[in-house]
């Protein structure tokens, strides 16, 4: 299976690290023009696509803003012509007991992990829907599933994007865009070593995953590069587990 996105233009959400870096990398690795953003530093994921020779522009824009994910699509076309595939990938997660979640941290919690994906998709899907074709891949998680993660607001917010993606889907597969998404479970990023910075602790977790290690986010990356494919033209509405066989235990 060969993957070539040559003459096909990404935006990928949530760009600064972890499995959105990831993601952006190997697109670009595979011929993809990249539109990366994020709130934060895009220079590190920049120079990594730079130095393969792959096509690359950066936009920091807020998630949570509207006018901003509008602008980032403009941006898009304005420099490459269109939007092709749209990956969303931000997330926050601050493990806390229930009753100590703020009113304000819960509503910022809903924003980044679930509105966020309805402005973006929102507006790529504009250009997506008068070029007749288009993917959309969020990135949502198996907490969604397990209500685990150690915070609500991050479980009822993911649980959100797996109806976002039913909707969707079947509001856009007759204009020629699928819409699905992968729920990553333990996967070893930056998120990951913030919510347990214990490395024994992490390791420890490894038990309850049935193949034996913690997930990489090229685990995640692959399965997100096939579903932006031409192979996966027959998937839509899925919200895909790449857990190691954890959630089901």
Request: contains cysteine; hydrophobic residues 40%; neutral net charge.
């Given at each position: 299976?060969?993957?070539?996105?040559?003459?096909k233009?990404?935006?990928?959400?949530?760009a600064?690290?972890?499995?959105?870096?990831?993601?952006?990398v190997?697109?670009?690795?595979?011929?993809?023009?990249?539109?990366?953003?994020?709130i934060?530093?895009?220079?590190?994921?920049?120079?990594?696509?730079?130095?393969?020779?792959?096509?690359?522009?950066?936009?920091t824009a807020?998630?949570?803003?509207?006018?901003?994910?509008?602008?980032?699509?403009k941006?898009?076309v304005?420099?490459?012509g269109?939007?092709d595939?749209?990956?969303?990938?931000?997330?926050?997660?601050?493990?806390m007991?229930?009753?100590?979640?703020?009113?304000?941290?819960?509503?910022k919690?809903?924003?980044?992990?679930?509105?966020g994906?309805?402005?973006?998709?929102?507006?790529?899907?504009?250009?997506?829907?008068?070029?007749?074709?288009?993917?959309?891949?969020?990135?949502?998680?198996?907490?969604?599933i397990?209500?685990?993660?150690?915070?609500?607001?991050?479980?009822a917010?993911?649980?959100?994007?797996?109806?976002?993606?039913?909707?969707?889907?079947?509001?856009?597969?007759?204009l020629?865009?699928?819409v699905?998404?992968?729920?990553?479970?333990?996967?070893?990023?930056?998120?990951?070593?913030?919510?347990?910075?214990?490395?024994?602790?992490?390791?420890?977790?490894?038990?309850?995953?049935?193949?034996g290690?913690l997930?990489?986010?090229?685990?995640?990356?692959?399965?997100?590069?096939?579903?932006?494919s031409?192979?996966?033209?027959?998937?839509?509405?899925?919200?895909?587990?790449?857990?190691g066989?954890s959630?089901?235990?």
């Open positions: 299976m060969n993957f070539d996105f040559k003459g233009t990404a935006v990928i959400t949530g600064s690290r972890g499995i959105g870096a990831t993601i952006s190997l697109l670009a690795e595979a011929g993809a023009n990249v539109m990366i953003s994020d934060g530093d895009l220079s590190e994921t920049e120079e990594q696509i730079t130095k393969q020779g792959g096509m690359v522009e950066t936009f807020d998630i949570t803003k509207p006018k901003e994910m509008e602008a980032l699509c941006k898009t304005e420099v490459f269109n939007i595939i749209l990956i969303n990938c931000p997330g926050i997660l601050s493990p007991q229930f009753g100590e979640i703020s009113t304000d941290l819960w509503k919690g809903i924003e980044i992990n679930l509105s994906a309805f402005y973006i998709a929102k507006y790529a899907s504009k250009t997506m829907i008068a070029q007749k074709s288009g993917r959309i891949i969020f990135i949502g998680s198996a907490a969604s397990t209500g685990g993660g150690g915070v609500a607001y991050y479980a917010a993911k649980a959100g994007i797996n109806g976002l993606v039913r909707s969707l889907s079947k509001e856009l597969a007759p020629g865009i699928t699905n998404s992968i729920l990553p479970a333990l996967i070893d990023t930056d998120m990951l070593r913030e919510r347990q910075p214990n490395l024994e602790k992490r390791r420890e977790c490894i038990k309850r995953i049935p193949v290690r997930g990489k986010p090229e685990d995640v990356a692959y399965a997100v590069l096939f579903l932006a031409e192979y996966a033209s027959y998937i839509t509405g899925q919200n895909i587990l790449v857990d066989g959630t089901y235990k």
